[in-house]
């Protein structure tokens, strides 16, 4: 099925560790998004590429870093991760900044625990 | 800096009701705006973007309005079915990258048998 595939779903980690949230897209979108959803809370948004090669920060980038080497994949990566991260995460794609015809599309999320 | 209050926060409905929900945001330079349905522990599944440009968006039983002006949009469900518990979230755009979408809290929905 076409859409925003996210692994893994759930995680664990300990305090210091380090990991990679991987996001993928089938829809040759153009614009990618990082978000975290903690309880009770909007969404925010941590990262977004506007194509390959282009990233640019959100409203809460700090402790994260992505990469955009190809259209399809925007990986997360936390390197030292702090209980502050818990939290979900969800990935979002849209062909354009301003969604367009068809908006922006979400991925199922990885619900990420730091302890 | 785009800000969504939606209302209420919390419904609890026999089923069968006609349902309003109600989100506001302060900037109204908007592109368009996106409701998402959240179930428990999943993703946002989109239900209806509606353009800057059109007053009102339908899909099945539901129908989105907007008035961009007075920085609102209704969310209307008509003959509500416990398969419609859920979080409802609106998003207007204000742009793409950093300004793209922002989010309320939603409105957490329960429809009762």
């Known amino acids: 099925n076409a859409g925003v595939t996210q692994t893994p779903k759930f995680r664990i980690l300990k305090i210091g560790q380090s990991m990679t949230l991987q996001c993928a897209q089938d829809?040759?979108?153009?614009?990618m998004y990082w978000y975290r959803q903690d309880p009770g809370m909007g969404l925010k948004l941590i990262y977004y590429?506007?194509?390959?090669?282009?990233?640019d920060k959100g409203e809460v980038p700090n402790g994260y870093n992505v990469s955009r080497s190809t259209t399809e994949d925007f990986p997360l990566r936390l390197e030292l991760a702090a209980p502050s991260q818990t939290s979900v995460y969800f990935c979002?794609?849209?062909?354009?900044?301003?969604?367009?015809?068809?908006?922006?599309?979400f991925g199922s999320g990885t619900r990420l625990t730091v302890v | 800096k785009q800000e969504v209050t939606q209302i209420p926060a919390a419904l609890s409905v026999p089923e069968g009701e006609n349902l309003v929900l109600n989100c506001s945001f302060t900037?109204?330079?908007?592109?368009?705006l996106q409701w998402f349905r959240q179930d428990p522990g999943k993703g946002l599944t989109s239900l209806l973007l509606?353009?800057?440009?059109?007053r009102e968006q339908t899909s099945g039983r539901l129908n989105a309005s907007l008035d961009k002006s007075s920085g609102r949009s209704t969310l209307y469900i008509a003959a509500s079915q416990p398969g419609d518990s859920a979080t409802y979230l609106c998003?207007?755009?204000?742009?793409?990258?950093?300004?793209?979408?922002?989010f309320g809290k939603g409105t957490h929905l329960i429809i009762q048998p």
């Open positions: 979002a794609s849209s062909l354009l900044g301003t969604g367009g015809n068809y908006g922006y599309t």
């Open positions: 829809m040759n979108h153009n614009y």
């Open positions: 590429s506007v194509g390959a090669g282009i990233t």
């Open positions: 900037d109204s330079a908007i592109y368009n």
């Open positions: 509606i353009q800057s440009s059109q």
């Open positions: 998003a207007p755009n204000s742009g793409g990258g950093a300004d793209g979408l922002t």
